[in-house]
């Protein structure tokens, strides 16, 4: 629970006029950016530590980019100026050269030259896309930066400027570590472990059982004793009296309140000590998530289970009681310093492992799916996030509590608020591996408690196409009767139930492309309740005047079509995001449409993907913008005169994808942003053009 304290400040270079808006002709409206979510909460996958100023931390994430701190892990702020990927796989500090940081994204090479303030890429040859690396993909071995992706390595001369990488021989399997010790690299992979020489790569996997070589983790002790960790059988050394690996072995101690022995381990770290200790962690898709630690070189083991979470930060779905599923473990140059990133948070230890304390503040990791506030309950935001469910603030998001008394774990998709009394609400939840369900939940008091109204799937195959999965995407209840409740998915098209949950009926009659995606994708005409609006995948939008009996296509040209958002002062203006950019809007209905184009250039992989009007200025109105992939979007954009033109807000505003931009009702111009990994954030809007 905390509030960043950076503020970003952002000029949208459009004139205010109209109803209700103030013109200014001389200045330019300031658009004011902070964060207002709870830290942590996402999948933190890489530390790295300044050897030259270890008070300067990076940590690295799989979908917000790189959050920095430079005071020991106190406070966190993002650091992603450049980045064009925002999926880390790897972080180093360079040895050779003070300042000079290396990144690792899913899309390529970055290096800064000022500890991660600006990156540059360097590289698109080489880029991470696995789900899960070992502790490090990068090695420095005389004055050379190995760095690994995939099956290939690439060698830096880091004396040489500019930087230019050599592509290595390919490796015959998949990389998920490096380390250089006694002036070699050595590969870590999924068929054993790899030398490099002058003659390319040769294998060093003898002592390793046949069938057990998935060597997920590799690193040096002090002494340059290799130390290497095989996914099954445990840790092994190196003795290069006989050039194979010896076997440790593996822990034998298991939790008191769970019988199973871990089956599959991912993490090694070394701790130079004093004590010069190991630890190892269990591998992020088994269970249970466990931590052990070593201080005899892998000849026994203790379970760590002292972990001490922040009385400020908001609780997870997991209590921060127990380290999650571990990322990346590394020691700092203060000795027996030390940083874990696991799923779910940072940690840090100042006694050599044995006790952990969580990191939080700025560390605002999320994915946000939707946004809801209340003009009846002003300082709630309710807040439905990817994984840890839904997230409440009575306080305008100074802090966080997260609600799920009763609600199956999983990703938090929508949530509704009635009409006709604030405190009744339905939430819709994704969980992680239930399937052939879609999961419903109402609430009579506030979201305190809820009660499963949730229905099962028809027993039908879907399509074979890559946008497609299933999943449930959008929920909807009637404004004249809470009984009447619409849920959209990417699949099986849209349902229905007239009695609050209790039977469920299909209603696709005439919506040839059942795939909605995108929020608010289903809409329920705020007047008109039996007019309905649906915006799919492959289809683009359909509308209904019959409360879902039957549909008609409606946007022929726009096949692919996400949120929606209708005028609440004029509901017979409807405005749609499409691919591209793209935004069309309609004056009567959805009877007739026009098009309004973004600024700038349309990348076919970035749509205009959110968007909400102000519900007191409807001539204002947000747009922000998606990227397919794990690159850049183009952050938010801004129309002043209904729609007709877009201005794109500048400045230092996040380009990361923003998932649902909810307005509210306060003075002046507020929006609440929900971004894809950095959490919520609040803008408003200066009308007179002064900070």
């Known amino acids: 629970m905390f509030h960043l304290c950076r503020t970003l400040f952002l000029c949208c270079l459009v004139g205010l006029s109209g109803s209700g808006v103030a013109a200014s002709s001389s200045k330019n409206p300031i658009i004011r950016i902070t964060a207002c979510g709870y830290g942590g909460g996402g999948r933190f996958t890489a530390v790295a530590i300044d050897p030259n100023a270890p008070n300067i931390v990076l940590v690295g994430s799989d979908v917000a980019g790189v959050f ?24 180093l500090f360079d040895p050779t050269r003070i300042g000079r940081v290396f990144l690792l994204a899913w899309d390529g090479l970055y290096m800064s030259t000022d500890r991660g303030d600006h990156w540059i890429k360097i590289s698109t040859d080489i880029g991470y896309r696995k789900r899960f690396s070992g502790s490090s993909l990068f090695a420095v071995s005389d004055r050379h930066l190995y760095t690994a992706s995939d099956t290939k390595v690439v060698r830096i001369n880091l004396d040489n400027d500019p930087i230019i990488p050599r592509p290595l021989p390919e490796l015959p399997c998949s990389v998920f570590s490096l380390v250089a010790a006694g002036g070699r690299v050595y590969a870590a992979t999924a068929c054993g472990v790899f030398q490099y020489g002058h003659a390319g790569w040769f294998p060093q996997s003898d002592g390793f059982p ?18 290497a960790l095989e996914e099954t059988t445990g840790v092994y050394l190196f003795d290069p009296t006989v050039n194979a690996w010896k076997a440790q ?19 090694l770290s070394v701790n130079p000590g004093p004590p010069e200790c190991l630890h190892l962690a269990t591998h992020p898709e088994t269970w249970p998530h466990m931590l052990f630690r070593s201080t005899d070189r892998g000849n026994t083991w ?20 127990s380290m999650t599923a571990v990322e990346n473990i590394q020691s700092s140059r203060i000795t027996n310093h030390l940083y874990l990133a696991d799923w779910w948070n940072v940690w840090k230890s100042t006694d050599a492992g044995l006790s952990w304390f969580q990191l939080h503040q700025g560390l605002q990791n999320t994915v946000v799916n939707d946004i809801k506030t209340d003009i009846r309950r002003p300082d709630s935001i309710f807040m439905a996030v990817s994984d840890n469910g839904l997230m409440v603030s009575h306080d305008n998001g100074t802090t966080w509590e997260r609600k799920m008394n009763g609600v199956v774990d999983g990703h938090a998709q929508e949530v509704e608020i009635s009409r006709a009394n604030p405190l009744t609400m339905y939430l819709l939840i994704n969980p992680w591996e239930k399937k052939h369900r879609v999961f419903v939940y109402r609430s009579h008091d506030g979201a305190e408690h809820w009660s499963d109204i949730g229905f099962a799937l028809p027993d039908t195959s879907l399509p074979n196409l890559g946008y497609v999965d299933g999943t449930a995407t959008n929920l909807e ?8 409740i619409y849920v959209a998915t990417n699949g099986y098209g849209i349902f229905k139930t007239t009695n609050a949950g209790k039977t469920w009926m299909t209603i696709n009659t005439g919506l040839d492309t059942p795939y909605i995606r995108g929020p608010g994708a289903l809409r329920v005409h705020p007047t008109t309740p039996s007019v309905l609006f649906a915006s799919t995948q492959a289809g683009g939008l359909y509308i209904s005047t019959d409360a879902g009996a039957t549909w008609r296509h409606n946007t022929p040209g726009h096949n692919y079509t996400f949120g929606i958002a209708i005028d609440p002062t004029k509901p017979s203006h409807i405005f749609v995001c499409c691919p591209e950019k793209k935004i069309i809007r309609s004056t009567d209905g959805g009877t007739t449409w026009m ?21 007191r200025i409807p001539q204002v109105i947000f747009v922000g913008t998606r990227s397919y992939t794990y690159s850049a979007a183009e952050g938010l954009f801004m129309s002043t005169d209904g729609g007709e033109t877009f201005l794109r807000c500048s400045g230092d505003i996040p380009p990361i994808s923003i998932n649902v931009i909810q307005c509210t009702d306060k003075s002046g111009i507020e929006a609440l942003l929900g971004f894809n990994g950095i959490g919520i954030f609040r803008a408003t809007a200066n009308l007179q053009g002064t900070p």
Request: hydrophobic share 35%; proline share 10%; glycine share 4%.
């Open 210 to 227: 046949d069938n057990h070589k998935t060597v997920c983790d590799i690193a040096s002790l002090p002494d340059g004793t290799l130390i």
């Open 595 to 615: 098009e309004t184009l973004l600024p700038g250039l349309r990348p076919p992989h970035i749509a205009a993907y959110s968007v909400a009007i102000h519900p």
């Open 302 to 321: 203790t379970v760590v289970s002292r972990f001490v979470p922040s009385r400020k930060a908001a609780r997870n779905w997991q209590p921060a009681t």
């Open 477 to 484: 209840i009637d404004p004249t009767n809470d009984s009447i």
């Open 249 to 267: 072995g593996k822990p034998d101690t298991v939790h008191s309140w769970s019988p199973r022995q871990p089956s599959r381990y991912k993490a």
């Open 68 to 91: 920095k701190s430079t005071d020991a892990g106190e406070r966190f702020h993002l650091a992603i100026n450049g980045l064009e990927s925002f999926s880390v796989a790897s972080l």
